[in-house]
RNA sequence: GCGCCUCUAGCUCAAUUUGGCAGAGCAUCGGACUCUUAAUCCGCAGGUUCGGGGUUCAAGUCCCCGGAGGCGCACCA
């Protein structure tokens, strides 16, 4: 048998406590103070000051860090003590003192390898900036780099938090199939993947949204799921193609009704996250307090384009504004879509909001419900933060023969050739047919809400591994 | 897919508008140092300047081809 190389290691090592609780519980300690308390605490060496007979070593743990204070006359192996890389974890256990210059510490008797860092770390101030590591080797961006750190940290908080202001709103938590026969409830390109033993191919879901509220004709009145949707497009700054989603639906309400929801959620996250409502997204204000701006898809394209269009607008004319605007429509495109396509052009990127957009064209919205007061109309909403799209939602469409003829107006598209259009789902429409109450239904983009709160201009940034371009042979 | 920009030591970056011996800080390695905070000081070592071709007495620098990445546009959340 082999030795193990790592016999030196431990298989476990016991900390009495940690970076942030030690400097919340000495904070007081005058400089040159020595304690009697003894604690073991753990972490990577990210900073060694060796002097002679004395040694400093800055001690990174998750909660903060704290320094090691080492002495050769009574520290255990101080030779190698003082060789320690940048990188290496280490526990160590001692006094808790503080130093003359007033650096809480422990004061090290014991210590211990836990794992040695055979590679190094790059620059100890700057940390790491090429992307190609930050990304591609992310365990050495978030030890070299705190703030990714941070962020990842924030990450985890938001989706707790949501999750656990939704469940004391009486939400359940559901988990519906990821791999879908038809990809359906949200406009966009899948994956495709096969099934071997049914000798099917399946796509990966580009929304939950279709199952989920086939739980509420099931009788769940308050449901949501956080998780992963896939959709087969490009890669962009605020693109990633699997990305994690929060969606939820409630019976008995309206649009309306989600409207609030959506200001109270992302107004509270942001007092969690940060303390107040008014944050800085890339050195710009935003205010999350409620309530929003509320103004109808029409109202804004006016606004923003002086022109009054409305669903009614023939064809012709918004067709050659928008060629104006330096899209050339498609040729199946109606009114509504050219409507949209407006709005996106001429007016979304200069929502810097928080502004809820509301009334969109039934023809760009196939699962959503006609509105009470116009028929051309839908009763969906998007709220706009920092000229994007944060979230979508909408009275649910509950009628199965409207239903029908929204999928097959859908599949018209389809078989001509537009890959983002949806195909019938007859199983959905059979659901529909045994009962959907009146029910809203919300779907937010969990990575787009980290951004913003986080403050970052990159979806990578949020996603511990982004999706890349496969790294080629040549750089290898 | 199209446009703009970037690529130099392990890391972070220099290398004059107008080509002239490829450098610094940190990290590594050797040494000094009993209160450091990106410790300091002395010393050693470290390079296919992304790859290939061209112009030139001379190319990191100029030109062409290719590669990798970033940003913007387009689709979407």
Redesign the pocket.
Same mark, same amino acid.
């Given at each position: 048998m082999a030795e193990d190389p790592s016999s030196c290691i431990p298989y476990r090592y016991e900390r009495t406590t940690t970076a942030a609780l030690l400097h919340d519980q000495f904070s007081d300690l005058a400089a040159?103070e020595e304690t009697e308390v003894r604690h073991s605490v753990a972490g990577r060496a990210m900073?060694?000051?060796? @002097?002679?007979?004395?040694a $400093?070593v800055?001690l990174v743990d998750s909660s903060g860090q704290v @320094?090691l $204070?080492a =002495?050769? *006359?009574t520290t255990a192996k101080f030779k190698e003590f003082?060789?320690l890389?940048?990188g290496d974890w280490i526990g160590a256990n001692g006094k808790v003192v503080k #130093?003359?210059?007033?650096?809480l510490?422990i004061l090290v008797e014991d210590w211990v390898m836990l794992a040695e860092a055979r590679l190094?770390f790059?620059?100890?101030?700057?940390?790491? #900036?090429?992307? /190609?590591?930050r990304?591609r080797q992310r365990e050495v961006d978030l030890w070299a780099n705190a703030r990714s750190r941070e962020i990842l940290q924030s990450r985890s908080t938001i989706i707790s938090e949501t999750r656990r202001m939704l469940e004391e709103e009486g939400f359940v938590e559901v988990e519906t199939p990821m791999l879908h026969p038809i990809a359906g409830g949200?406009?966009?390109r899948p994956f495709v993947t096969h099934h071997n033993a049914l000798d099917m191919d399946l796509y990966l879901r580009i929304a939950p949204e279709l199952y989920l509220k086939r739980l509420v004709v099931g009788g769940f009145e308050k449901v949501f799921e956080i998780g992963r949707v896939f959709?087969n /497009?490009?890669i962009?700054? =605020?693109? !990633?193609?699997e $990305?994690t989603?929060l969606e939820l639906y409630q019976a008995y309400a309206d649009y309306e009704d989600l409207m609030v929801s959506m200001e109270s959620l992302v107004s509270t996250l942001a007092r969690k996250l940060l303390g107040t409502t008014r944050i800085i997204y890339q050195g710009k204000e935003v205010d999350l307090e409620p309530p929003w701006r509320r103004a109808t898809l029409e109202e804004l394209v006016e606004e923003s384009t002086g022109c009054a269009f409305t669903v009614d607008t023939p064809v012709t004319v918004m067709t050659e504004f928008l060629r104006d605007l330096g899209?050339v429509p498609e040729s199946g495109w109606g009114s509504g879509k050219l409507l949209m396509?407006i709005y996106?052009?001429a007016c979304e990127?200069h929502l810097w909001g928080p502004v809820i957009v509301k009334d969109f064209p039934v023809e760009v919205s196939p699962l959503a419900r006609r509105h009470r007061d116009n028929q051309a109309l839908v009763e969906r909403f998007e709220v706009v933060i920092a000229g994007?799209?944060? *979230? !979508?939602a909408f009275s649910e469409l509950v009628d199965p023969d409207d239903q029908r003829s929204r999928f097959e107006m859908q599949a018209l598209r389809h078989a001509n050739g537009d890959e983002?259009a949806m195909t019938v789902d007859e199983d959905y429409i059979h659901a529909l047919e045994h009962g959907l109450p009146p029910t809203a239904g919300l779907?937010m983009?969990m990575?787009?809400l980290v951004m913003l709160l986080t403050d970052q201009?990159?979806? =990578?940034d949020v996603i511990a591994f982004p999706t890349? =371009?496969p @790294?080629?042979r040549?750089?290898e």
């Open positions: 040159e900073l060694v000051r060796s @002097q002679g007979k004395i $400093f800055t @320094q $204070f =002495r050769a *006359a003082t060789r890389s940048l #130093t003359k210059r007033g650096e510490s190094p790059g620059d100890k101030w700057r940390g790491i #900036t090429d992307v /190609e590591i990304y949200a406009l966009a959709r /497009e490009g962009s700054p =605020r693109h !990633n193609p $990305f989603i899209t396509e996106e052009k990127a994007r799209e944060l *979230a !979508n983002e779907g983009g990575d787009r201009p990159s979806i =990578r890349l =371009r @790294q080629s040549a750089t």
